[in-house]
């Protein structure tokens, strides 16, 4: 099986996120994709198969098949650009979130991705002592989003994932600014695998409709400040989110299966 991994939303090595991209050419079980990503132990590996009308995409973690993940579509559609199709300057993905599509503007691709707007959360004291510090708000979706009144804050914080996982309403946790050089900033922590996400594009379906409102803007660029970090550059549209970056190329080759 042909294998790449891609570090995606970056335009250099060891920054962005990087994850695991499997060209699967004949139907095999979910026991294997999983056995495969907890190999790989990358936070994120991404199966894709061509059909029709493009190509099948799921995606996996270690542990568990997760429901959509940005980085990891990025870094499907940036192998069937440059490796399978170089022809092809968009891309449609079937996933268990609906037809994701990828447009490829020169070195930068541009997902359009499902609106998951957040509600508005109750701060308990489970979740004050959870976090670790009172949030100015809560926001409730597939995952938590904390907002505070800092970058610094964001950039500093130092997670205690025992006192995380007790949160196990959400995937997620994710804390969240404006941004000093930027419209917001944000981390991300996976409680249930005790690491941190260094971008995460699916909890921009949230986060963009949230700092749209704020911001009262539909263009917005956002930084995930993980010690790798990483770039998106986002779009607010009526019926999707546009979550753009640039991808680059460090692994390729053969899973022995």
Not at 43 to 59: C, H, V
Not at 93 to 116: C, Q
Not at 235 to 241: A, N, P
Request: net charge negative.
């Amino acid at each position: 099986m042909t294998y790449y991994i891609i570090d995606a939303f970056t335009d250099k090595l060891f920054s962005g996120n990087p994850a695991g991209v499997c060209i699967v050419d004949k139907l095999i079980s979910d026991d294997i994709m999983q056995k495969i990503a907890f190999e790989n132990n990358l936070s994120e590996t991404a199966f894709i198969q061509k059909n029709t009308d493009g190509y099948s995409l799921r995606w996996f973690t270690p542990t568990f098949e997760i429901d959509l993940c940005g980085h990891a579509t990025l870094a499907a559609a940036f192998v069937v650009f440059n490796f399978i199709e170089p022809n092809l300057n968009v891309v449609r993905f079937k996933t268990i979130s609906g037809i994701l599509t990828v447009e490829r503007k020169a070195d930068i691709y541009e997902m359009s991705f499902p609106i998951r707007i957040p509600e508005k959360a109750e701060v308990t004291d489970d979740i004050i002592k959870a976090l670790g510090f009172m949030p100015i708000e809560l926001y409730s979706q597939r995952d938590l989003y904390a907002v505070v009144d800092s970058e610094k804050i964001v950039l500093n914080y130092s997670p205690d994932y025992d006192k995380l996982s007790r949160l196990d309403k959400w995937m997620g946790i994710a804390i969240t600014s404006q941004g000093k050089d930027c419209d917001f900033v944000s981390r991300f922590f996976c409680p249930e695998l005790k690491l941190e996400d260094p971008v995460t594009g699916s909890s921009h379906s949230s986060l963009v409709p949230l700092w749209s409102e704020k911001l009262n803007k539909t263009e917005l660029v956002a930084k995930q400040l993980s010690k790798r970090g990483g770039t998106l550059y986002c779009k607010q549209c009526k019926d999707d989110i546009k979550i753009s970056g640039n991808a680059v190329l460090y692994l390729q080759g053969e899973l022995k299966i």
